[in-house]
């Protein structure tokens, strides 16, 4: 896991879009805005639901639910 607070703004930012933006999370009938998508992954990282971790065979970072950080 990579402590989310000690990366940039930018960086958590840019994560967090790229997770939102692929994650084909279901609304409903309503438009959601990418703003209001980032503040509630915001939320959950910050009540530590979901946490940022750095995926070694593909050098990269993801944000992933903390129930299947202790499944594995």
């Not at 990418?34 to 070694?56: D, I, P, S, W, Y």
Request: aromatic share 6%; charged share 25%; proline share 4%.
């Amino acid at each position: 896991m990579i402590p989310w607070r000690e990366l940039s703004p930018e960086a958590l930012n840019g994560l967090i879009e790229e997770f939102v933006s692929r994650e084909g999370t279901e609304y409903g009938e309503q438009e959601v805005s990418l703003v209001f998508k980032v503040r509630e992954v915001v939320a959950q990282l910050e009540a530590g639901t979901v946490a940022v971790v750095f995926e070694a065979e593909t050098s990269s970072a993801s944000i992933v639910p903390v129930c299947d950080l202790h499944g594995s």
